[in-house]
């Protein structure tokens, strides 16, 4: 572990400065993902730059309705929120669906988003990873790739994003709001992360010494109808082999409207355009779930691997999206 | 041996003793041991799994704030060994990948892994090979299985009943490999004064601990002490001094008048503390059309280190479980480029009761039999191995007892019979066993002092309850009331206590301090002075050679298989235990649905997954090797006959550690099956596994 310096700024301004002006720092939230790859020597940081005093810890309400959330409320603070139980299910599942009661007692709005992926070769500086050391190799084509990539993938960087969060954020269209050295810029949640390509060392496309400062949730009032379903290998505290977030209106027999994305299948959160595209104005039939589902994963290329690879996926995918859909459609099929 | 203890303390549920110390904080494990000048140790380790260190520059390390020593195989003083896994910093071989290669010392624990990350390597590498599989043309088969057991046995001819039989099973098992992660890592806090060694070790056992480091440092065991009131869990990792202890005592050397701590941090338990072998299991079972088995047998191929042999008894169970007149088992190796495997929970008995007992699941089916009914046809009258008699065996009351608790009665064979919200519904059995273990050397001292007894033995309490029930034991072999006895326990000033392995504590620590009980009455009657003082040990148990002794269990699962997903989860465990005589339900239980949980979590969630390219388990952390969780856990219920057994020991008790893990995984198979009607054969059952057949 590489000694650092830690700073603790109550300013946004000053916490941008701070890192924008050293190449070398790096802000750090509840710390339960950044301390980790200080320990293991994944991330050497010479200065931390502490954001919870900085950045907002409260849920306000925007003029449109939607609520603003601040970088710095805890994970666990946001589920407990009443107006976030209440309007957007599939958000509060998806974070109650991650880590556990003590992580997401620590862990931040802004920070949980920013996580980075869980790909083991990332997490072991003992074998090569481009995504940790850029050119080094890939680790994981060819090795123990349950937990990775089957859409969007490159043949630099075969990892997906392990936020629950951001899968459901990804699905609502949520808005994060940024300060950088140059001032303030939102991003659509949706491009807030990026597909491999040829520079898997940038999960985001946050500049250097960006700063997330809050993120927006629209009013959406079809999100009152969500679920988050995250698929995993045990009960709790396991990262998601797929998961899906779906909210869905329903205008007579027929789809009005309908947000669906999904989480452990890609380097980002993967929104399902070709899905929605499928199901809007249609009725909602398995039939057509199905349909919403395979056009949605015609391109997924599942990965061979040490323990089987992660073939399983493309099936477990369809099929969880079908059970979403079913669950929140049910009652009004007949 | 017929004269049991009349069981007054023993068999009340007294609470822990050290409970109240273990969650207000103030019981001190090894790593927190209350020494002045502390310093911290940090492990330098290979990331090639075969070659030679052919040079080491530690300039940068030692240029750190704080770093007081760094130790290399060039530089690392000479152990009195030739060889194996704890001749470590010995020579500039490379035998596994995260091998250690160097140490640390440093005043504090972040300039000791600042300082190890600076250090350079250069090594020379060698092809690897890590892959175990049956069909390997070096497979070997070693002299005897662990500890002592023959390799491979063979009574009757099992191709011919196989030849002859109405109804065969013939089918390959398998079981993945295992890290024990115990909740403490592995730790050691150690300091010399001149000549003399004081080690607080986390440690199943500090006799055997202090003999090893004696015999390294060739010191006089009498200048070794060994200190460990408290473990953190074990579950046979720390059965055998790892190569941290004998780190950690070298790099106190290093830094005279000062007490070096070192703790192996989560990811260095998977390569320095031990695994379990996966296992590749070959079954072949004969019947006639009622289900009588003509045949048993079990070929294991396994693997070993290259560095250290270790052959895991896994065919042992099939030896005795059932009457069968044709049996066979044999054991075989491959010796790889790993860690050395060692003990795990029912080292043995756990895996190897996963084949015969999924495989007695499938005969069941092929004969349309209950499975409960087929194990009861084939309960055999004498030990089926050695001709003895069982000193008891109430296996079949297990079963009926928990087929009535289970509901078992009600039960439609078929599977995918019963849906409930999206979820099939299955139910599955298998048996359990585990010999009774005695171990040959353990001695108690008892002591009257200021009114009251205490007792004095060097045994470990791992979390089972120790400290509580030697006291149960002492109190009824006085005669006295629980509360005037009082024990000490985990440290080598104490008389000489055998290891918390083998399930033998209870047995060997408990003959030991009977017998001092009795020697102290012999000695100085009802009314001792203050003062008065007998010792006692364990003896051979003569029973043994007229008897065979096991204790037995029946495990119940219910699983639940999503419709759409395949997830699997498992709402319900049942086991009912023969164990001879509890000493205290409470730590019992905890023992019985420890063992069941950790058998759920191999069938469900464990699995070191070994990465042949680069030869290291790369899941290792607690992260990515799942270990069931309390929600996967939901209801869990673990019950016991009132087994007498007369000949096993005075306290008439079988030891309970690990037969609760020996049987859960097979019954979890079953039940799946019974579910959605897939038999998963290689462990762990994982949705992607059921996927397919959806
Ligand atoms: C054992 C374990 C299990 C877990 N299981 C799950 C799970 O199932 N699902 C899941 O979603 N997550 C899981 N997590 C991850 C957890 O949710 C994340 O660690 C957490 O959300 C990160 O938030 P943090 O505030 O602690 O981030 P930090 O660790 O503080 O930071 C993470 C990254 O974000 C950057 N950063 C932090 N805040 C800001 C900001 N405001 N602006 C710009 N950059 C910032 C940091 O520089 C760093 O790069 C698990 C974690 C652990 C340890
Ligand atoms: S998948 Fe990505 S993160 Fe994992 S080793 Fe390859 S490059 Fe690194």
Redesign the pocket.
Known sequence: MKPFTLATPTDADEAVRLVADDPDA???????????HLKLGV?TPGALVD?TRA?SAEITDLPDGGPRVG?AVR?GDFTADRRARERYPLIVQSVL????GQ?RN???I???P???TRCVYFQDVTTPCNKREPGSGCGAHGGYTRYHAILGASEHCIATH????AVALAAVDATVRVLGADGERTIPFTDLHRLPGDAPERDTT?AHG????AIDLPALPMARRSLYRKVRDRAS????LVSVAAAIELDGDRISDVRIALGGVAHKPWRAHRAEAVLRGARPLEETFETAAAAELADARPLDGVDGGNGFKTTLAARTIVAALRDLTEGARS | MSDLLRPVAIGRDLVRRDGMDKVTGRARYAYEADVPNASYCRLVQTTVARGRVEAMHTDAARQVDGVRAVITPFTAESLHTDGGELAVLQDQEIAFRGQVIGLVVADTAEAALRAAELVEVTCSTAPHDVALSADRDDLYKPEKVNPSYETDTSDGDVDVAMAAAEVTVEQTYTTAMYHNNPLEPHATTAFWDGEHLTVWDSTQGVHPTRAVLADLFDLDKEHVRVICPYVGGGFGSKGEPHVHVVLAAMAARAVPGRHVKLALTRQQMFSLAGHRTPTIQRMRLAADRIGHLSGIAIDVVEHTAKMKEYAEQTGVPTRMMYAAPNRATTHRLAALDVPAPSWMRAPGECPGMFGPEVAMDELAEALGIDPIELRIRNEPDVDPETGHPFSSRNLVTCLREGAARFGWADRDPRPRAREEDGWYVGTGVASSVYPVNRMAESTATIRFERGAYVVEIGAADLGTGTWTTLAQIAADALGVDVEDVSVRIGDTRYPVASVAGGSSGMTTWGSAVVNAARAFRDKHGSAPADGAEADGSTEDNPATEQYAMYAFGAQFVEAHVHRDTGEIRVPRLLGVFAAGRIINPRTARSQFIGGMTMGLSMALHENSVLDPRHGHVVNHD??EYHITTCADVTDIEATWLDEHDPHVNPMGTKGIGEIGIVGTAAAVVNAVHHAIGIRVRDLPVTLDKLLPGL
């Open positions: 790096a802000f750090l939230g509840g710390g339960t993902n950044l301390v980790d991330a954001i950045t970088a994970n669906a991650g880590a556990s992580l620590m862990a931040t802004g920070g949980n920013l996580q980075r392990p936020s629950d969060l946050l960006e700063l997330i400062t505290y396991a990262f998601a | 607690l992260a």
